[in-house]
């Protein structure tokens, strides 16, 4: 993944991170909630817990970039419905943690960005460590994420 090397395209990652971590991913998960009837339950509750908490630290910081919380899809998020009507769970969970491997990948490259993006996105030095330190949180957790879909899969793959 090429650096990140100005201000608008890291504002513009965190945005989109920002929508898929409180539109895409959360949907995906209560619909899956929904088809699954109570199976698979405290997966899907991490999933969604801990997306929650992602949306939460992201909405930190958008703000302490002075940056508005995105009110619809941004540029480049495609507008998405999950129907999870008539797929197994192995199919369920193998949609949801493509988001988890996409946050995560987006994460990484965040905490890569150049340095003087960083520094004009948050001046503040000890504003950047922590974000940086939060990123890097966050790229943990959406690995620890795929590992819970990859456990649910197991060994399935799709015959076409």
Request: net charge negative; glycine share 4%; with cysteine.
């Amino acid at each position: 993944m090429e650096k990140i090397n100005q201000k608008e395209i890291l504002v513009l990652q965190l945005q989109r991170m920002y929508w898929i971590e409180t539109e895409m991913e959360q949907l995906a998960a209560w619909e899956a909630r929904i088809e699954l009837e109570g199976q698979h339950l405290e997966a899907l509750e991490t999933l969604s817990h801990d997306s929650d908490k992602h949306a939460l630290i992201l909405e930190k910081w958008l703000k302490m970039a002075n940056t508005e919380l995105p009110g619809s899809a941004p540029r480049g998020i495609p507008h998405r419905i999950f129907d999870f009507n008539r797929t197994n769970v192995y199919e369920m969970f193998s949609e949801i943690r493509k988001y988890e491997v996409l946050a995560r990948d987006t994460y990484h490259a965040i905490t890569k960005a150049e340095t003087n993006v960083l520094e004009d996105v948050f001046p503040d030095e000890e504003n950047r460590t922590e974000f940086i330190k939060d990123m890097k949180h966050l790229v943990a957790e959406e690995e620890r994420h795929k590992k819970i879909c990859d456990d649910k899969i197991g060994g399935f793959t799709r015959v076409l």
